[in-house]
């Protein structure tokens, strides 16, 4: 499903029809010798894309064109030069950039790209939705007494305050959102391992307060290398003010980028004696201030217009030029 949603958005239209191999993935059932009931995921991709789609019939590959053949040409062209990557990410870039080049290329048969031909044939194309299909699966969990919900063998944590409740879990291929009485209390990164423990610190911060000694050598700490680092480094022997900073984080949406930020320059300055009140009155005294962009309808430029129009309001000018009040009221 993903991959359809991220094709459809990536071309900017909807093919009026699809045309799909006797796959699991599309095909639930075969009803008698011809007929094949879709599964849910493709009736739902239809619904919401406003497609029809068609089955081939067995062992006929010539009505899938030269698809197969397409996929490993591009396998070969990206990565049979280029085969080791530092993450996934990196190879997707790779992936596109290799893309953009081959898109970019004339063909023999026609003279033109792909680029070329693609922009010809959105002319016929589906209008594409306002908004993409969110491609994911809603089951419920019930949250252990370790604070964790499991899923195909990995635990992700939820707020400690929920040990016992059924939650909510949309399940999508690269996250995990967790949500409790319709609001959403969690989001952390899909993982692929076995047995994995994808642990967020904040959601045991209360638990903490009641239990500061039992922070150095939890699975909370451990799972996050930055904030280990800092605590053993600078803080170890400030168990109790370190949770109470990182509540304080929590409660002020202070990112971990800008507690980095900040500790490196409370470190530049104060050096050995770096403490955890000067860090909390550090990130107190940066809080960001959004730049305001005055436009015609925004609602700082108005309030200086309707503030403008009092002061005529209030004062007229005599004949020397000077102001006087007004008997207006308002």
């Excluded at 530092?86 to 870039?93: G, L, M, T």
């Excluded at 194309?125 to 969990?141: A, F, G, T």
Aim: proline share 2%; net charge positive; aromatic share 10%.
């Amino acid at each position: 499903m993903e991959a359809h949603t991220r094709f459809f958005r990536q071309i900017g239209g909807v093919h009026r029809k699809m045309v799909y191999d006797n796959m699991r993935v599309a095909v639930a059932k075969f009803v008698g010798r011809h007929e094949k009931e879709p599964t849910r995921a493709l009736l739902e991709l239809r619904g919401y894309y406003h497609f029809t789609h068609r089955f081939t019939n067995f062992y006929r590959g010539n009505e899938k064109g030269h698809v197969e053949r397409s996929v490993e040409y591009v396998r070969r062209k990206a990565f049979a030069p280029k085969d080791s990557f530092a993450s996934a990410i990196e190879a997707q870039e790779w992936l596109d950039s290799i893309l953009k080049k081959l898109n970019a290329t004339k063909q023999q048969g026609t003279g033109k790209s792909a680029r070329e031909l693609l922009t010809e044939e959105k002319k016929v194309l589906v209008k594409h939705p306002s908004s993409v299909m969110i491609c994911s699966e809603q089951i419920q969990l019930r949250a252990d007494k370790y604070a964790t919900v499991s899923y195909q063998g990995n635990r992700y944590s939820v707020p400690d305050n929920l040990v016992g409740l059924f939650v909510d879990v949309s399940v999508r291929s690269r996250q995990i959102h967790i949500y409790s009485q319709n609001r959403r209390v969690a989001i952390h990164h899909r993982s692929y391992k076995s047995h994995d423990w994808v642990i967020d610190i904040e959601h045991y911060l209360d638990t903490f307060k009641k239990k500061p000694g039992a922070l150095a050598g939890s699975q909370a700490l451990a799972g996050n290398h930055y904030l280990r680092n800092l605590y053993f480094d600078l803080f170890q022997n400030e168990s109790r003010e370190f949770i109470e900073l990182l509540s304080y984080c929590r409660d002020h949406m202070v990112s971990e980028e800008k507690l980095e930020e900040s500790v490196k320059r409370l470190l530049s300055t104060c050096g050995n004696h770096a403490t955890i009140e000067k860090l909390r009155a550090l990130l107190g005294n940066n809080s960001f201030v959004a730049p305001t962009v005055e436009t015609k309808d925004n609602i700082t430029l108005k309030a200086k217009e309707q503030l403008s129009w009092i002061t005529e309001l209030m004062h007229q000018t005599n004949d020397n030029g000077q102001y006087k009040q007004s008997n207006n009221r308002i």
